[in-house]
């Protein structure tokens, strides 16, 4: 996909910057598995006005509509809750609301942050109660948009991931276990018959090069003999 100029990417384009990333095909049910993780977020396109609640709830009545209908009005993008993202990208209905980023004011008020137990939230008028309550967005995951600063970030911890689980030498304990395994492996393969160790060293030495252990036929030898120790005790 070359360098990422935008801020927000479709599914598809996620899909594709990922594929690109890693070589091999990543689709759109991918990448919504990984919004459903939690490892990148979904966002709605918004364009109109929240409320700052707080429970419980304050009376806004009729009088109050300028307040209601221009609290803190933006265009930009809100998050959908993780628990509401949908595979099979049906219509979803929320609230409270949380500001990913806001482009545009559309009034003069700054950005405001919702402090527990505050929340945003749209208003809409109830006229049974005479009073304005907060109300759903309804949005869709199949449309939603990710952020570019999240697909960077998931490219970051898989670069990570993939440093942390390239091979390292074994400690001594390891090749001793490993050892181990080879001669109950070996003692399979050649009979009961370990009274003679060596005879087997060339045979696991070979073994233990291609594992990449730089041991000696010594070793081999002994740890042979714990083999057949412990083939004895579990055969009893």
């Given at each position: 996909?070359?360098?990422?100029?935008?801020?927000?990417?479709?599914?598809?384009?996620?899909?594709?910057?990922?594929?690109?990333?890693?070589?091999?095909?990543?689709?759109?049910?991918?990448?919504?598995?990984?919004?459903?993780?939690?490892?990148?977020?979904?966002?709605?396109?918004?364009?109109?006005?929240?409320?700052?609640?707080?429970?419980?709830?304050?009376?806004?009545?009729?009088?109050?509509?300028?307040?209601?209908?221009?609290?803190?009005?933006?265009?930009?993008?809100?998050?959908?809750?993780?628990?509401?993202?949908?595979?099979?990208?049906?219509k979803i209905d929320f609230?409270?609301?949380?500001?990913?980023?806001?482009?545009?004011?559309?009034?003069?008020?700054?950005?405001?942050?919702?402090?527990?137990?505050?929340?945003?939230?749209?208003?809409?008028?109830?006229?049974?109660?005479?009073?304005?309550?907060?109300?759903?967005?309804t949005t869709d995951c199949d449309n939603a948009l990710i952020p570019t600063l999240d697909l960077l970030n998931l490219k970051s911890k898989n670069r990570k991931i993939e440093r942390s689980c390239v091979e390292k030498p074994l400690f001594t304990t390891e090749r001793n276990s490993l050892l181990t395994i080879i001669g109950i492996m070996a003692k399979d393969g050649y009979g009961n018959d370990l009274s003679k160790p060596y005879s087997l060293a060339k045979e696991i030495l070979k073994t233990a090069d291609l594992l990449g252990i730089k041991i000696t036929d010594d070793t081999i030898a002994s740890k042979l003999k714990e083999a057949k120790a412990i083939l004895d005790e579990k055969s009893v």
């Open positions: 996909m070359g360098v990422m100029l935008k801020r927000y990417y479709s599914i598809d384009e996620a899909a594709e910057f990922l594929t690109s990333e890693h070589g091999q095909k990543i689709t759109r049910m991918d990448v919504m598995e990984l919004a459903a993780r939690g490892d990148i977020r979904l966002c709605a396109w918004f364009n109109e006005s929240l409320i700052l609640y707080k429970e419980p709830f304050p009376k806004l009545e009729r009088s109050d509509y300028h307040i209601c209908t221009s609290g803190f009005a933006f265009k930009g993008y809100i998050q959908i809750p993780l628990e509401l993202i949908n595979l099979n990208s049906k609230y409270p609301m949380v500001i990913i980023e806001a482009i545009t004011l559309l009034n003069n008020l700054l950005p405001m942050k919702a402090t527990p137990p505050g929340f945003f939230a749209r208003s809409n008028y109830v006229e049974g109660l005479d009073e304005y309550m907060p109300s759903m967005l």
